[in-house]
């Protein structure tokens, strides 16, 4: 697509639930971002894909949040047994190259309120 | 710990004139940068980046400025349109381990006023 690619837009759910949320980057980029952005905040890192692998995850808050990318394009963020304190955006952003210094490019986030 | 912060979280200033963000970093290692904008309910859009070996570069209508000595970055937007009404927010690349990441600030909001 011409560009990051991100479901659903938004999704409520129940405490306690899992949720899963893809991100389909912009065609052959190497790298891909997942950042959480609490309102009012900045985005916060939360891991970091080059191709399929999983370079860094240290951002991810907890054991409840997964990150993968098993074919080195779309990629999908779990989160089992969500708690409040996830309601959020979660923001995803691709990179041409995995060169540091190439533009990264966002999605449109998928916005979770969790009940 | 390495961060990126604003020192004003909300500028308000008449259309036509010009409007400046500043953005204070604490990585000195820190070699490039870049400011974001983002309008509601949408994700940061790219505006302009730089590298620590310039002091500034211009885009359309928008400048960055980046001293290094005192690790300070500003985004000046000349002639402030109603559109550019949104929040900003400087980015910082570094360098954990063998990978990369972005460090973002906590955002400036612009407002325009008419």
């Known amino acids: 697509g011409a560009g990051v690619s991100q479901s659903p837009r938004y999704k409520v759910a129940k405490r306690g639930q899992d949720v899963a949320l893809r991100c389909d980057p912009i065609?052959?980029?190497?790298?891909l971002f997942w950042y959480q952005q609490a309102l009012g905040q900045g985005p916060e890192f939360l891991t970091y894909?080059?191709?399929?692998?999983?370079?860094?995850k240290s951002g991810l808050p907890s054991d409840r949040f997964f990150a993968e990318r098993p074919e080195g394009s779309v990629s999908t963020l779990k989160i089992q047994r969500t708690q409040q304190e996830d309601s959020a955006v979660y923001l995803c952003?691709?990179?041409?190259?995995?060169?540091?210094?190439?533009?990264?490019?966002f999605g449109e986030g998928s916005w979770l309120t969790v009940v | 710990g390495e961060s990126v912060g604003l020192h004003l979280p909300t500028l308000s200033v008449q259309e036509g004139d010009n409007s400046i963000i500043n953005c204070a970093y604490s990585?000195?290692?820190?070699?490039?940068f870049i400011w974001y904008k983002q309008e509601s309910g949408k994700g940061p859009q790219f505006i302009i980046d730089i590298r620590s070996n310039m002091d500034k570069r211009q885009g359309q209508r928008v400048t960055v400025l980046l001293n290094k000595t005192v690790k300070h970055l500003s985004l000046q937007i000349a002639a402030t349109q109603p559109g550019d009404s949104a929040v900003y927010f400087c980015?910082?690349?570094?360098?954990?381990?063998?990978?990369?990441?972005?460090?973002f600030g906590t955002g400036t909001r612009l407002k325009v006023l008419a």
């Open positions: 952003a691709s990179s041409l190259a995995s060169v540091p210094g190439n533009t990264i490019y």
């Open positions: 980015a910082e690349m570094v360098f954990p381990s063998g990978t990369y990441k972005y460090i």
């Open positions: 990585n000195s290692a820190s070699d490039y």
């Open positions: 065609s052959g980029h190497v790298s």
């Open positions: 894909f080059q191709n399929e692998a999983q370079l860094d």
